[in-house]
């Protein structure tokens, strides 16, 4: 399992630890899944310099929990919510 820095897609692999359930593998993504069927993966900054790898349905899952998290945060550290077409695609070495 890959450790993330970011709280949302802990914090949802800890609720649906459904790793055995995903119906795609997709090892570029840094999220739980399961995964898009389209394996292209976007680069979502999480804070400071760090990023999160995600293909597209593992963004909005950590959108979904973004937009929950706001509700219970300060104008002020409320996480931003980025368009999927804002993102950069992320560059395979
Ligand atoms: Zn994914």
Avoid at 13 to 32: F, K, P, Q, T
Avoid at 77 to 90: A, G, I, T
């Amino acid at each position: 399992m890959k450790e993330i820095k970011t709280g949302g897609i802990y914090k949802i692999r800890l609720l649906l630890n459904n790793e055995d359930d995903d119906v795609l593998n997709n090892n570029n993504c840094d999220g739980s899944g399961p995964h898009s069927i389209n394996p292209e993966v976007r680069v979502l900054p999480t804070g400071g310099d760090s990023n999160a790898i995600l293909c597209f349905t593992c963004f909005l899952r950590e959108l979904q929990f973004r937009k929950q998290r706001n509700k219970e945060l300060s104008k002020e550290s409320q996480f931003k919510l980025p368009s999927w077409e804002s993102l950069k695609k992320y560059a395979y070495l």
